[in-house]
């Protein structure tokens, strides 16, 4: 199985998924992916910084590394390369043969990284999207809603706590006292498992209740914007998707509650999955 950020990969198309998980990971730091384009060799993805300056990555395949073609697009690149600490091997190469790059950001936050422990590889089983893209495009979501930082906490803990079977062995384990030095995230993401769980497409139809807290809120509009998006792009038509009948009112029963219209939606859909152009090098 294809992990979320391989070190190796040996055709177009992992690259290409490489990239764009990559590019759902950076979003909430200001970046952004907008190109990707075959090489013969592999592919070249166009970054731009939050400053609006477009950076170059490549990932060349498995089978045609060692054949000098990194040294020569490096050398026929007009843009500044890009990395960073997600890349281990990649900056290790870099130092060594000392040529410049810019670096791009990491979220070291302890709750993220908590969720970037937890999440691991793990997809969801309908939708084949992995657990940490559901975490980052919340993010991004929630610092466009101009979230605060204990909310962006809370956010990354939810998938620790929110599940029945997950809370008791989170709490068990010690992780939170161990990594979050603040109780407010605590107690934001213990009061959004709350509202959250008190409403389930498997209840029965009605407009749920929201929280007094206006920032648990916002979790929940970042969670369900991207579950109906999730649902309409992978889940309703998926052969075992039993219950489409209820989800598509369970969705607008949330909106409701929200105030989301279908233009907020719309523009919330755009902002967590921003056009990306595919091309050839020969274009």
């Not at 999440?119 to 979230?147: P, Q, T, Y």
């Not at 990354?156 to 006292?177: E, R």
């Not at 769980?197 to 209740?209: F, G, M, R």
Request: charged share 25%; glycine share 6%.
């Amino acid at each position: 199985m294809l992990v979320r950020f391989p070190s190796q990969v040996s055709t177009h198309e992992e690259a290409r998924q490489y990239y764009l998980d990559r590019g759902i990971q950076l979003r909430p730091s200001g970046w952004h992916l907008h190109t990707l384009t075959e090489l013969d060799y592999g592919v070249e993805a166009t970054i731009r910084s939050p400053e609006g300056v477009d950076h170059k990555s490549v990932f060349v395949l498995e089978q045609d590394q060692g054949k000098g073609h990194f040294t020569r697009w490096l050398q026929e690149s007009e843009h500044p390369y890009a990395s960073g600490a997600m890349c281990p091997e990649m900056l290790n190469w870099l130092h060594r043969y000392q040529i410049r790059y810019t670096p791009v950001p990491k979220n070291n936050r302890p709750a993220y990284l908590a969720a970037e422990k937890y999440c691991g590889d793990r997809k969801a089983r309908r939708s084949g999207i992995f657990w940490m893209n559901h975490v980052d495009e919340g993010l991004l979501l929630l610092k466009h809603l101009g979230a605060s930082d204990d909310t962006l906490d809370a956010w990354c803990l939810h998938p620790m706590l929110q599940p029945d079977d997950v809370l008791p062995k989170t709490l068990k384990s010690g992780a939170l006292c161990e990594l979050i030095t603040g109780e407010t995230s605590v107690a934001l993401a213990m009061e959004y498992r709350a509202v959250a769980n008190a409403h389930l497409s498997k209840h029965e139809p009605k407009i749920p209740e929201l929280s007094p807290i206006h920032e648990v809120n916002l979790m929940l509009v970042a969670d369900k914007v991207q579950n109906q998006k999730d649902y309409l792009l992978y889940v309703r038509n998926h052969p075992e998707c039993y219950n489409a009948k209820r989800l598509d009112a369970y969705f607008p029963e949330w909106f409701d509650a929200l105030g989301i219209t279908l233009d907020m939606y719309r523009g919330y859909n755009e902002l967590i999955c921003p056009l990306i152009t595919y091309k050839s090098k020969a274009e």
